[in-house]
């Protein structure tokens, strides 16, 4: 193994048989599926370095999609090395912060152990070959040439060619213009994320009441969904279901004007909630939940195809994101590996079989949305967990 470059420049122009514009998990996965099966490609990022941001909270790996995906990266055993020990302990509450449903790491079943993303992003990048990503390489405009392949102009004036181009770009994507014009609409829900370090000395009643994994604090259709990270810290999003508008109207740039908009929201609710928020260190970052139509297709273009948010963003109250994009990235690269001398019918069998299943995740998704912010919260989250402990996310 080699570790990805810290910077590797675009020239202009240039030409990749496979490439994937997005470093995310999605896109780094297709490029690790693919390398350890002998196939080349190149992943186009816009972020300047692997450093330039961080990279979220914990991530649960669902055994059927992310865990699968793993083993098809062959990096499972690097990824149990890197599982978070007690991550997958939920407690569910209600905005009292009285306690509906309280389940073990012990007594989770186990099978959606929790990983810092970070990690796991570094993880792949450290297994690809070094050259395989080029930072700094943001994709401002795609078309396809006469010749049937595809070009892609980048924002720092490169451009290169492509005889397949997989959009891997998230829910805005540029690839997606060439086989759609859907974009994604407001799901109902804006979100502010929110971090406490060292929480167990600094913020020993945010930390308790959080608990060793994840915490679910429900009702009125607002909500904290939270959990503890391997550092230590507190990941939290403080979530309502709400106009878009809404956070259009909060200064982000003044954290404590910030911090009262979104108490504004939760007058009543427990001081030990409402303290995850006023004790935040550091910014708060609005996140409206956006989503593509469930069950969104597009007729087949050749020689370009999408994967995770590019081709299906959902709402995240079901888990199935990430991993659905990593599930997608591994599918993908089998149907490019069995058809090593016919990539469009490789493209066209990944898709036939990833709209179906994306489109279950989705209304998976969408219903977990509903279950979260209904008025009777957190009651039907708590019968889901109590027939499912991982149903419900």
Not at 59 to 78: C, F, I, K, N, P
Not at 83 to 90: D, K, L, S
Not at 101 to 122: K, N
Request: aromatic content about 6%; proline content about 6%; overall charge negative.
């Amino acid at each position: 193994m080699s570790t990805a470059p810290e910077n590797t420049p675009v020239s202009a122009p240039r030409h990749v048989p496979i490439a994937i514009v997005g470093g995310g998990l999605g896109g780094l996965t297709l490029a690790r599926a693919l390398h350890v099966n002998g196939v080349p490609s190149a992943v186009f990022d816009l972020e300047t370095d692997r450093h330039a941001r961080t990279q979220g909270g914990m991530l649960d790996m669902h055994e059927e999609s992310g865990q699968a995906a793993l083993r098809a990266m062959e990096l499972y055993d690097g990824f149990r090395a890197l599982v978070h020990p007690g991550g997958q302990a939920t407690r569910v509450l209600d905005k009292h912060a009285a306690v509906h449903l309280q389940i073990s790491d012990e007594d989770s079943g186990g099978g959606r152990p929790e990983i810092d993303r970070g990690a796991l992003r570094d993880l792949i990048l450290d297994a690809l070959p070094q050259g395989t990503v080029h930072w700094n390489a943001k994709a401002t405009a795609v078309r396809t040439l006469d010749d049937g392949r595809h070009e892609v102009t980048l924002a720092n004036g490169g451009t290169f060619t492509a005889d397949v181009l997989v959009g891997a770009d998230g829910a805005w994507s540029r690839v997606r213009t060439l086989v759609s014009d859907v974009r994604p609409s407001y799901a109902g829900v804006s979100t502010v994320e929110i971090d406490l370090s060292d929480a167990d000395i600094r913020h020993p009643e945010s930390a308790k009441v959080v608990g060793p994994g994840m915490l679910f604090a429900l009702g009125d259709g607002r909500g904290f969904l939270a959990h503890r990270e391997a550092d230590g810290s507190l990941h939290v999003y403080a979530s309502v279901r709400t106009g878009r508008s809404w956070l259009d109207g909060i200064d982000f740039t003044d954290t404590a004007a910030a911090k009262r908009a979104v108490l504004e929201q939760f007058p009543d609710w427990h001081s030990g909630l409402r303290n995850l928020v006023a004790d935040a260190d550091g910014a708060l970052v609005p996140r409206p939940i956006v989503a593509l139509p469930a069950g969104h297709r597009w007729r087949h273009v050749p020689g370009v195809t999408l994967l995770g948010d590019a081709a299906h963003v959902m709402s995240p109250y079901a888990g199935e994101g990430a991993n659905n994009a990593m599930l997608d990235a591994a599918e993908l690269a089998k149907a490019l590996i069995a058809r090593p001398g016919d990539p469009e019918a490789a493209l066209i069998a990944y898709e036939e079989e990833m709209f179906p299943r994306a489109e279950a995740a989705a209304a998976i998704s969408a219903a977990g949305l509903e279950t979260c912010f209904a008025k009777d919260a957190p009651r039907a989250l708590v019968a889901q967990f109590t027939a499912d402990p991982w149903e419900a996310g």
